[in-house]
T-cell receptor, first 114, second 108 residues
């Protein structure tokens, strides 16, 4: 049981390049999330998916697209990377049983855009 | 979601109880108080949550005031591994809003 996995762990891009961050969970969770964390700040929600086939914008969606490929996988795409997108990206999932919203987080992807 | 206010940093001696306060004076009746922590650069980890009753699990205790406008997370016997940033989050839905939290340092 690996929990939430993310690839890659590190990535350096040049301005204007594109890339996709991958996230997968093996806990049969319905909901999945993408956050970004800038230095010294808390996490900010980019997009989330309450179930397979649905996605919704979070607090900071501009410059990103997401795909909920199936129940296990939720990817985040940067179409044209900008230096302002330099950050650590965390994926999370939760099963949401009543009030119990324990989100399980992946180890993060550290992205630098030059 | 209600806004939360936490002290930016706290120290606690190893082996003592660490008491982390959180103010959430605008909390609504259907909103829960969640606590997460983030050790170094890892992903956040769930600790505990509650609505209005005090809660305890193997990691910590959560004390919520009767008016629900503030709460305290208690780590009963802090160890060096408890050094982390602790986030108090108030939410009535599946989305979590992380502030800047409290950086707790356990002193040997």
């Amino acid at each position: 049981n690996a929990g939430v996995t993310q690839t890659p762990k590190f990535q350096v891009l040049k301005t204007g390049q594109s890339m996709t961050l991958q996230c997968a969970q093996d806990m049969n969770h319905n909901s999945m999330y993408w956050y970004r964390q800038d230095p010294g700040m808390g996490l900010r929600l980019i997009y989330y998916s309450a179930s397979e086939g649905t996605t919704d914008k979070g607090e900071v969606p501009n410059g990103y697209n997401v795909s909920r490929l199936n129940k296990r996988e939720f990817s985040l795409r940067l179409e044209s990377a900008a230096p302002s997108q330099t950050s650590v990206y965390f994926c999370a999932s939760t099963r949401l049983a009543g009030s119990y919203n324990e989100q399980f987080f992946g180890p993060g992807t550290r992205l630098t855009v030059l | 979601d209600a806004k939360t206010t936490q002290p930016p940093s706290m120290d606690c001696a190893e082996g003592r109880a660490a008491n982390l306060p959180c103010n959430h004076s605008t909390i609504s009746g259907n909103e829960y108080v969640y606590w997460y922590r983030q050790i170094h650069s890892q992903g956040p980890q769930y600790i505990i949550h509650g609505l209005k009753n005090n809660e305890t699990n193997e990691m910590a205790s959560l004390i919520i005031t009767e008016d629900r406008k503030s709460s305290t997370l208690i780590l009963p016997h802090a160890t060096l591994r408890d050094t982390a940033v602790y986030y108090c989050i108030v939410t009535g839905n599946e989305k979590l809003t992380f502030g800047t939290g409290t950086r707790l340092t356990i002193i040997p």
